[in-house]
């Protein structure tokens, strides 16, 4: 629907009537953009529109002047529209909650002045074309369907419906009665007192150690060891197949068994177990011992034996044959970081090694060959004792020392 030619031509006239016979030239008029619209039609007629008020930045929508062939306006908050028109096409996407404000008029400047009182013919009938109207009584009264409304109207509560999770006066307790309450809940008494089955309770309940459940793998006082008491006998972890158990000394003394053992055991190096490969005295050559004539390795297919002869000369069957020692190489070091570890030599080829631990180390090491060092398993060294073995490289030599940052020095031929 538009204006013909002629009504545009009688435009100035038509609004110079409205005027005379006390027509409102403008009012406003609130748009609800809760809900989705695609060019949906007002029949707004006037010569501006301006966008007063919105809920907030997010109302927006746009604004056609005609379905078909207008361009879509902005329209938000500041929105000026100037032009004759007599329907108008708003656009909007769901903005729950969000609305504009607009005025529609005939003449801008007229905004700007007060209002104005208008007598209304009465009854009066009133359409807000489906959205919602501004009334203003200019504080008087004033009267809808015979009931008088003041221009702030009285509300009764009890009128009103209750909010959510509201509970009516049937269902909330009086002062001093009792609650039986089925299930825990938390309860404030306003740092008051509290009463539970004749109980007093304060905001902070006193809690008595001896009467709480004790932790699990906690013992009594009665299975605890007391300071200055002597527990007697006792018997340590005896059962068949079970793990070792760690028993401090405190650097005292400890007897098991009737035996007496200190802080840190004494080891007899009598007693240990040979490296494999070693001889004992008994087996060995001594110097300047003349140990008669020997036969090496004379099984048919034995493998060839290595024989060094110091330097000298050794008779084979008769027969004086120089066998190659090998040539003395510079030294090397095994030096541990850590105690109970075990360290291997770098490594070399060769011949034969002698290992000797340093004279300034505090404590035993334990050496093996081919194999890991295990202390009480192998041979040990105290400072300055050493060990010769035939061995084909310097990393077969396998120490673990028993007091850190200690040392042993390899000598080899190769």
């Not at 120490?399 to 190769?414: D, G, P, Q, R, S």
Request: charged share 15%; glycine share 8%; proline share 5%.
């Amino acid at each position: 629907m538009g204006l013909s030619d002629k009504d545009i031509k009688t435009w100035d006239q038509r609004l110079i009537d409205q005027v005379r016979l006390g027509w409102e030239n403008y009012k406003h008029i609130r748009i609800d953009l809760t809900t989705a619209r695609t060019d949906q039609s007002f029949n707004f007629a006037g010569e501006f529109i301006y966008v007063e008020a919105t809920s907030s930045a997010l109302a927006v929508a746009k604004i056609k002047l005609n379905r078909n062939t207008n361009d879509a306006l902005d329209f938000e908050l500041g929105t000026f529209i100037k032009t004759i028109f007599v329907e108008v096409f708003i656009t909007n996407t769901a903005l729950q909650g969000e609305w504009l404000d607009i005025v529609v008029g005939i003449n801008f400047d007229y905004l700007k002045e007060q209002p104005v009182a208008i007598n209304i013919p009465v009854p009066l009938v009133v359409g807000d074309g489906g959205g919602s109207l501004s009334v203003d009584d200019n504080g008087g009264s004033l009267t809808v369907d015979g009931t008088f409304w003041q221009a702030t109207q009285p509300v009764s509560a009890a009128a009103l419906p209750l909010p959510a999770g509201a509970a009516t006066a049937a269902l909330q307790l009086p002062n001093g009665h009792n609650v039986v309450i089925p299930t825990p809940v938390p309860v404030t008494d306003n740092a008051g007192s509290l009463t539970v089955d004749g109980t007093f309770w304060q905001a902070t309940q006193p809690v008595s150690a001896a009467a709480l459940p004790l932790p699990a793998g906690a013992a009594t006082s009665a299975l605890q060891t007391q300071p200055g008491v002597d527990v007697g006998d006792v018997t340590v972890n005896n059962a068949a197949g079970a793990a070792a158990v760690n028993v401090q000394d405190g650097g005292n003394s400890l007897t098991v068994d009737g035996t007496f053992w200190q802080a840190t055991q004494p080891v007899s190096a009598a007693a240990l177990p040979l490296p494999a490969g070693a001889a004992t005295s008994a087996l060995q050559t001594q110097p300047g011992v003349d140990v008669g004539d020997v036969t090496v390795n004379n099984a048919a297919g034995a493998a060839a034996v290595n024989v060094q002869d110091g330097g000298n000369s050794l008779t084979v069957d008769g027969a004086i044959t120089a066998v190659d020692n090998g040539i003395a190489q510079p030294c090397i070091t095994i030096t541990n970081a850590n105690a109970d570890q075990n360290t291997v030599g770098a490594n070399h080829a060769c011949k034969r090694v002698l290992i000797r631990a340093h004279t300034i180390n505090t404590g035993l090491v334990w050496v093996d060959f081919n194999a890991a060092a295990v202390a009480l398993a192998c041979y040990p060294l105290a400072a300055g004792d050493s060990v010769s073995v035939p061995l084909t490289n310097t990393n077969l030599v396998n120490c673990l020392f028993k007091v850190a940052n200690e040392k042993v020095t390899v000598v080899y031929t190769n």
